[in-house]
């Protein structure tokens, strides 16, 4: 199983509880950026294109956790720039560990060796290894070589020191996927507790503009990639959101599942655009009009696939009906089932 029991609880009674209050739109993971500056030029990323002065900025501890505290979700994901670069990191994963939110620290891994004894193993930290495939693809992507063996040792030390550990795989227009296959084995054979696969998404500021995937591509690709899924291939997603990927299942974005704060304050709507910044978690929940967001009703958001916008529009349906629940049972026991 890709996720812990006591997060599934966590996650389900959360849910559950939201429903029983009548509450509309509630926060499911947090995205938090405490820092954009990254030791890696990907050509993909929009975050370490902005100036020296914004990229030297950084979140401190105590706004991390009053984020986390206004926001309310049970899940932080830390994403970047790369997290293990901001000299605070280790404090702002204890706080939140402190306050039982489950963290996903999203990292290249390049100082993971060198920073992993300023944490703990906790049922809460997950170490979520950057991987966009086998070490071609990955050192291309990345734009370096031999980053794909620096996070394959990586991994073996956390896995051997006792953390759990998931990988994050972005996939553009270009993926082959008998490749991501074999990709797939390779990560369970290191051991990972589960991978999470996301279709690639379009930052206006990323140098490489077109190798990001339209929507029919990415049902095509995440078809290929699982249909036929081997058994022991473990996910850490919704089984729903995978079955969207595919174009068996239909979402309305909810961009409010999956709040984004960083330097700038709370990002208007989502983690992928920007339309402005508020500074507090309620003006974003009730004053951002969330009506010209989505497939079909914003131009920019016409290929988005993202679980950003729309893992959390599974979830919903999860916990919504008896036949989402059972939906979500059924994809998770026989993934292969039509």
Known sequence: ???????????ASYVIAQKLKGVKRYPLVLM???????????????KIQYPDHVLDRRLTPE???????????????IPGGEPLIHPEMSEIVRGLVERKKYVYLCTNALLLERKIQEYKPSQYLTFSIHMDGLRDEHDLAVCRDGVYDVAVKAIKTALEKGFRVTTNTTLFDDANSDRVRAFFDEMMDLGVEGMMISPGYSYDKAPDQHSFLK???TRELFTKLLTNRKRRWQFNQSPLFLEFLMGKREYDCTPWGNPTYNIFGWQKPCYLLQDGYVSDFATLLNETDWDQYGTGRNE?????MVHCGYEASAVEETFSSWSGFAGTVKSTLFPNAT
């Open 215 to 217: 929507r029919h591509r």
């Open 300 to 304: 920019k958001c016409k290929d988005c």
């Open 63 to 77: 706004q991390c956790w009053s984020a986390a505290d206004e926001c309310g979700a049970p899940i932080v994901s």
């Open 32 to 46: 938090l950026e405490p820092i954009f500056r990254c030791n890696l030029a990907c050509a993909g990323c929009g």
């Open 1 to 11: 199983m890709a996720v812990p029991i006591s997060q599934m609880v966590t996650v």
